[in-house]
C-alpha cells in the first residue's frame, strides 16, 4: 500500500510547498565560555528573579545548553533581528499603501516555556511592537490560551505568535507563512507534525482578511531555520526548491534544452505550483493549450515524479518482473532507459511557445520592490498627454498590430477578404484583449484611444467596453475605418443601410415585430460581434421565446438572416 506523500499533496493543491532560509550565530553553532570572576545574572526559573553573582571558574556551555542552563539574550536578539531584517526579502510584496511592511503570521516554537518569555520580550523591542502584536500561547500563559490561539487565527492582531507545544501538532492555523525554529527535536513524526501547521492552503479572500498587503492566495510557507532543525534530515519532505537564486526563465530554458537534473526538474516544479494559485482560468485555460492539453499541476506532477524514488524503484520491479535472471547490470541500463524516456515525456511540454507564455504571466502576477533607490520629487503639476508621447502610443499598437496579424487568428481576419470578418467571435476578440494585455500591458485599449484622440479627430468617445474599443482601434490600425469610430456606431450604421436595402426592392418589408427582434440580434453583435444561432438560447433573446420565437418570425429565412447579419454589421 503505497503511501501519500507530501510532494503529492502539493500538486493536487492539498498542501502548499515550502521553502527553508537558514539563520546561524556563532553561539547557536559552537557555544561559549563565561570567563571566572565575571559579574553574571543568576535567575529563578520558576520566578525568573534574578541576582548578581560572580562566577568562581571558567563556564563553557555547548549549543545543547541554551536556553536550558545558559540563557544568552545576545543570541535571541541577533536571530530575531536578523529575521526582521530578512523579511522584506522573503516576503518582498508586502508593504501597504503607506509605505510600510507588514509581517506575516509567524509561529516560534520555543525550547521551554521560560524561552517564549525571553523570545517575546525581544520580538517586541525589535519590531518596536506593542503586547498584542506579539503573544504567548502556551499551556503556561497569563491570559486565555485558545481565546489568543482564536484572535491569531481569524484577527489581524497577534502578527507573532510564541508556542512550546501547544500549536505544535493538531491545530490548524492556515494564515500562518513563517514557522520560525528556535528549538530542535529528535523526533521525525513531532518535526512532521510541527511542520504541518504551516503546510495549510488557504484562499485568497480569508487570506486577505487577516493579512491585508496580500496580493494572492496562498502560496507557499516559509520555515525560518535558526537552529539547524531542517538539517538533520527527519524528514523525506525536502523543500522542493533547489535553485533559489535561478530565474524561471532560465530553468525553463535549461528544460528546454534538454537538461536532466534533478534540482532543477524539483525547483521548475515548485516554480509551477506556486504559479498555478495566482492563475485566473483563462490564464490556466492558455497553459493547457500550448502544453498539448496538459493542465498546470498534471506537468508539475510529471515533473516531479520523473525523480520520485518510488516511481524508481517501482520501475525497477516491474523491470525485474519482465527480465527474471536478467543479470542487475542489464537491469540498471534498462531502468535508465525507461527513466530516461519518462524525463523527456515530463520536459516535453516546455517549448518555446509555452515557456514564453509562462514568463509573460509570470510578470502579470509578480513585482520587484525596490527598496535600493530612493527617490527624489522632479516636479508635482498638472500635465496633459503630450502630442510625441500620443504619437509613441500610437505607432507602437499599429506595430504590435501589424507584427501579429499572422500569429492570432482574430487579427489575420481583420487583414483579410470583408466576407470573413462574419466569422469573428467574442471568444476571439476577447483572445486578443488578454495576449495584449500580457505582453503589452500599456497598449491598454481606453488608452491608445486617448492617443488617438490627441492626434486626430475621432468619431466619439472612446466606448465602455474594453472589447469593443480594441476591435475600434484594429478596424483603424488594419485601414477598415479612415476615422477611428466606436464600433457600435459603425454596427448601427451598418444596420440602416441593410435595413434600407431590404426595404429599397420590391419584396416583402420586416413587420413592426420582425424589426424589434432584428434589433435585439444588432445590439447583441455591436457587443459581442457575432451572433449564431445557439445565441438565442440565451439573454435576452430566451426571455421573448429564443430561436423557437425567430423561427416563427422569419421562418425558413432564419439561417440566412443571421448569416446576412454577421456579414453585413461587420463590415
Known sequence: MSEYSYEESVV?????????????????????????????????????????????????YTPGKLDKEVVNPS????????????????????????????????LVFAKTDSHADDIIQIIREEFAEGNDFCKKITYKADEDPKSVLTRFRNSWAPRIAVTVDMIATGTDVKPLEV????????????????????????????L????????????????????GATKSKKTDSRPLERKPAVPLKDLLGAV?????????????????????????????GGFEKLSGGKPINHAAKDLLDAYNPDTVENMQLKIEREKPGEAPVEIKKAVQKELDVLRRRAASPFTGKLNEY??????????????????????????SFSTEKARDVVRDFSDYIQANKNEIIALS????????????????????????????????????????????????????????????????????DRQLTPYNHIVDKNFKDWIFKKHGGAGEKFTEEQMAWLRMLKDHVAGSFHVALDDLDYTPFDALGGRGKMWQLFGDQTDDIIDELNEALAA
Do not use: C
Open 256 to 284: 528546454a534544452m534538454g537538461v536532466q537534473d534533478e534540482d532543477l526538474f524539483m525547483s521548475l516544479a515548485n516554480r509551477l505550483i506556486r504559479l498555478q494559485k495566482q492563475l485566473t482560468e483563462e490564464e490556466k
Open 179 to 206: 514557522l520560525l525554529f528556535m528549538r530542535d527535536v529528535k523526533s521525525i513524526n513531532y518535526f512532521e507534525q510541527m511542520k504541518g501547521r504551516g503546510t495549510r492552503t488557504l484562499n485568497f479572500d480569508d
Open 358 to 383: 509562462i514568463e509573460n504571466v509570470r510578470k502579470v502576477h509578480e513585482q520587484i520592490i525596490d527598496t535600493v533607490n530612493p527617490d527624489t520629487l522632479r516636479k508635482a503639476e498638472w500635465d
Open 208 to 227: 486577505k482578511r487577516v493579512t491585508r498587503t496580500a496580493r494572492h492566495t496562498k502560496t507557499h510557507f516559509v520555515i525560518v531555520d535558526a537552529v
Open 75 to 106: 543570541q535571541i536578539r541577533h536571530i530575531i533581528r536578523a529575521y526582521k531584517e530578512a523579511l522584506p526579502t522573503i516576503f518582498p510584496d508586502r508593504v501597504d499603501e503607506k509605505g510600510e511592511f507588514e509581517v506575516p503570521k509567524t
Open 413 to 480: 481576419i481583420f487583414y483579410d477578404q470583408p466576407f470573413r470578418r462574419r466569422e469573428l467571435t467574442f471568444a476571439m476578440i476577447k483572445e486578443v484583449l488578454e495576449i495584449l494585455k500580457r505582453e503589452k500591458p500599456m497598449l491598454a485599449p481606453h488608452y491608445v484611444w486617448e492617443a488617438y484622440a490627441q492626434l486626430e479627430e475621432v468619431r466619439g468617445s472612446s466606448p465602455k467596453s474594453e472589447l469593443v474599443t480594441l476591435v475600434s482601434l484594429v478596424r483603424k490600425v488594419t485601414g477598415i
Open 12 to 60: 493536487d493543491g492539498v498542501n502548499v510547498p515550502y521553502d527553508v532560509f537558514t539563520i546561524e550565530t556563532e553561539i547557536t553553532r559552537a557555544g561559549a565560555t563565561i570567563k571566572a570572576r565575571e559579574y553574571v545574572d543568576m535567575r529563578e526559573k520558576l520566578t525568573r528573579k534574578k541576582r548578581w553573582e560572580q562566577l568562581d571558574e571558567d563556564y563553557e
